[in-house]
């Protein structure tokens, strides 16, 4: 079966301008999350998605940040008024539900380049 | 947070050596998972570590989880070209679901 897309694969922008990240889940998976990929940072937790809830924003850097779920599938994740230091890969993952022992399965990420 | 210390960070070898790298903390886990990435891919799941002391083996790779479950390592055998990559250990957090990813080790393997 499919595994979890996303995109655009590669995302180049200005500073100050808008971007949406997309991440199609594997079918099925209740839960999905977020991560950021920067150099020399390793993964960082951005946010958890139950079904189309967020139970866990924590690990949003800031308000410019946000996410959203439709449907218990597609998610949008939205960078406003991007900032040099947003650079990163942006990673999805899915699991069948949301805990830590059931396997999380990532996309290919979105490398996103603010100029 | 409860941080994991991977090292070394970066490693070249030569094809046919072997090579051990390593995952610690100050933090107990329930689990510990190692994941290897390739370029422009995202991480892929290698293993889940569950009980101290446990030992698993996938082909030449060998990874360890401590007595005290604070720390593990993954051996590679006789390594091939086909094993560089980013290797990554991650550790459950304290919310039950988000992982908690180390820096990771970069290994490259020349033929």
């Known amino acids: 079966g499919a595994g979890v897309s996303q995109s655009p694969s590669n995302k180049v922008t200005e500073k100050g301008k808008d971007v949406e990240l997309r991440c199609d889940p594997i079918?099925?998976?209740?839960?999905l999350y977020w991560y950021r990929q920067s150099l020399g940072q390793g993964l960082e937790f951005l946010i958890y998605?139950?079904?189309?809830?967020?139970?866990?924003k924590s690990g949003l850097p800031s308000d410019r940040f946000s996410a959203e779920r439709t449907g218990g599938s597609v998610s949008t994740l939205t960078i406003q008024r991007t900032q040099q230091e947003d650079s990163a890969v942006y990673l999805c993952?899915?699991?069948?539900?949301?805990?830590?022992?059931?396997?999380?399965?990532f996309g290919p990420g979105t490398r996103l380049t603010v100029t | 947070t409860q941080l994991l210390e991977q090292s070394p960070q970066f490693l070249s070898i030569q094809e046919g050596e072997n090579l051990t790298v390593y995952c610690n903390s100050s933090?107990?886990?329930?689990?510990l998972q190692w994941y290897r990435q390739e370029p422009g891919e995202g991480p892929v799941l290698l293993v889940t570590?569950?009980?101290?002391?446990e030992v698993k083996k996938l082909k030449r790779l060998t990874f360890q989880f401590g007595d005290a479950r604070k720390d593990s390592s993954l051996h590679i055998t006789a390594a091939q070209p086909g094993d560089t990559g980013l290797y990554l250990c991650?550790?459950?957090?304290?919310?039950?679901?988000?992982?908690?990813f180390g820096k990771g080790t970069s290994l490259l393997v020349t033929p």
């Open positions: 079918s099925g998976h209740t839960a």
């Open positions: 933090s107990v886990f329930s689990s």
């Open positions: 993952a899915s699991s069948l539900k949301g805990t830590s022992e059931y396997e999380q399965y």
């Open positions: 570590v569950v009980t101290g002391g």
């Open positions: 991650a550790g459950g957090s304290h919310s039950g679901y988000a992982l908690n």
């Open positions: 998605f139950q079904g189309n809830s967020a139970p866990d």
